[in-house]
């Protein structure tokens, strides 16, 4: 699996859906202003279709702004959560590959952070 992003959650990925700057994505099909649907899998296999659209600011400059508050209730994520949107090789099904979804939460266990699966 390659990663293609990953960051700690802020209150405003969790409230108004989830940044990801264009940057770290390397050049993007779409000009800003359109909108596409992302298809992503989940640790247990569950697909979840988050809208994205592309925007632009001064600040930050163009981004992938994803609509995943559905994501957001179901797991109850919080702030300092660690998401990461991998590219997983599909071997045993058909040519081409997964995008693939996983959170991560810090928990302190026998005196050590771990981060754990947010399932």
Partial sequence: MTT???????KADIENG?????STLGPLPFQEGHSMNM??????GQEWIFSCSIKGN???GRFLSVG?????RERNLQ??????ILEEVMNNR?????????VKRKIRLFGKDIWADVK
Wanted: proline letters at 2%; charged letters at 20%.
């Fill in 79 to 84: 702030v300092d959560d660690n998401v990461n």
């Fill in 68 to 72: 995943w508050i559905e994501f957001v």
């Fill in 18 to 22: 989830l940044s990801i700057p264009a």
């Fill in 94 to 102: 058909a040519t081409g590959t997964w995008i693939k979804i996983e």
């Fill in 58 to 60: 001064e600040s930050v």
């Fill in 39 to 44: 298809h992503v899998h989940d640790g247990n």
């Fill in 4 to 10: 293609l992003f990953s960051k700690l959650l802020t």
